[in-house]
């Protein structure tokens, strides 16, 4: 097909890395942030917890998985609120990311995979350098129009 495709012009769509994240808000209406490592791509940016789906996983099971892995934290119930394509220059293929409002077990998180990781409340979220990819999320959690505990009351 590839042989095909060029020499008819067309040209092959990339596949998306699909990845999932997590808005989880406390009763104090803090959200969780993670800062990503030093040593990671897009050094010290914010972000909010996830990573990429495995090839046949569902959405909510990579939430789940990539919950516990990052912050050693059970996931109870999620409900997607946003999705989002991005295109970063540095990496070959673009991304279909999943936002998800999403609630855990614990009140007691574990950094395991970021350099720091902070409660902050949704209009203190632009004070913070986030992955671009976040950025219309966080301006529909600054300003109210999105509430991530509301949304998971109809789950």
Do not use: C
């Amino acid at each position: 097909m590839r042989e095909y495709d060029r020499m008819h012009g067309v040209e092959a769509k990339s596949a998306m890395r699909r990845v999932v994240a997590a808005v989880i808000e406390r009763a104090d209406r803090r959200l969780l942030i993670g800062q990503r490592r030093r040593q990671d791509s897009s050094p010290l940016k914010w972000e909010f917890p996830g990573g990429k789906v495995w090839d046949g996983e569902e959405l909510e099971a990579a939430l789940a998985r990539e919950l516990w892995e990052e912050l050693g934290v059970t996931l109870v119930k999620s409900r997607k609120i946003a999705s989002v394509e991005h295109q970063y220059a540095n990496t070959a293929e673009p991304l279909e990311i999943h936002f998800f409002a999403a609630q855990i077990a614990e009140d007691e998180i574990v950094p395991l995979t970021f350099e720091q990781v902070k409660w902050v409340l949704p209009k203190e979220l632009a004070q913070y350098d986030f992955l671009a990819a976040n950025r219309t999320l966080i301006a529909h959690l600054a300003t109210g129009k999105l509430k991530p505990s509301e949304i998971l009351q109809g789950a």
